[in-house]
């Protein structure tokens, strides 16, 4: 993870693009796919952020990614291959893709998001690399972005599935209960505080009336979530 938050990015789009092997017969491309908004405010020679690339990168992922899916896990249901696929693009995941490749290294922030902490912000970095793809696309196809993306999909997909993260916890915890011959887990609001607009909610899960575990979220259904996958690390 990419600690550091000096004032001007630590490489340039052509270090960083030199560093992964990426050869980008137009280099805009690559910088604006590195550019957030906020570099523009204190860089008026940059023409353009990055928001339509990654708005691009967001769909080119969707279809790389299934189409990953459907290759590579011909016997996979319609609904597994939905759920392992949400679980692949999601903004933690690919955050984390991000980071393997030190992308924030290479972003050009402002001032302001760079104190802040965005180089290292999973939004920022998820963000960022759904541009990335958005550029390799526009710049040389669909074929560089599967290449680019087969190991890392292929790594995070075994990971995903060995840890059901790819399954709702709160599922997978009555399917457990059932098999135990118990009735479905009950999620009991145990407390809640804080402002309207910041509640913290506490949520404990009551398993054939046998309190299992505790989870703390933003939201009822959050807690919920925390409960159950704790509950479940204890089981398994």
């Keep these: 993870m990419v600690k550091a938050q000096e004032n001007i990015p630590v490489e340039s789009p052509q270090q960083f693009a ?21 570099y523009l405010n204190e860089h008026p020679e940059a023409l353009e952020d990055n928001e339509r690339m990654e708005f691009l990168g967001d769909a ?20 597994d291959m939905t759920r392992l ?7 933690e995941q690919l955050a984390e893709f991000a ?12 001032r302001g998001e760079q104190d802040s902490g965005g180089r290292t ?16 696309y526009l710049d040389s196809g669909i074929v560089t972005v599967e290449k680019f993306t087969a190991l890392m999909l292929e790594e995070a997909a075994d990971r995903i599935l060995a840890g059901h ?15 135990q011959g118990y009735s479905a887990p009950h999620y009991k609001i145990i407390s809640e505080n804080g402002p309207d607009h910041e509640k913290i909610f506490e949520v404990e899960v009551l398993i054939n009336g046998e309190a299992y575990g505790r989870g703390i ?20």
């Design 18 to 38: 030199k560093r992964l092997g990426l050869n980008f017969s137009n280099p805009l491309l690559l910088s604006r796919a590195l550019t957030h908004r906020s």
């Design 85 to 91: 696929r949400a679980a692949l693009v999601k903004t």
């Design 217 to 236: 979220g933003r939201s009822k259904q959050a807690a919920s979530k925390v409960a159950a996958r704790l509950v479940l690390k204890e089981l398994f």
């Design 99 to 110: 980071d393997d490749i030190e992308m924030g290294l290479a972003l050009r922030l402002g």
């Design 121 to 136: 912000r999973p939004a920022m970095l998820c963000a960022c690399f759904e541009a990335l793809i958005g550029a390799m």
């Design 60 to 79: 080119v992922l969707d279809f790389v990614v299934g189409a990953w899916l459907y290759n590579s896990f011909p016997e996979m249901s319609e609904g």
């Design 165 to 179: 993260h790819d399954r709702d916890p709160k599922s997978l915890l009555q399917e457990w209960a059932q098999s």
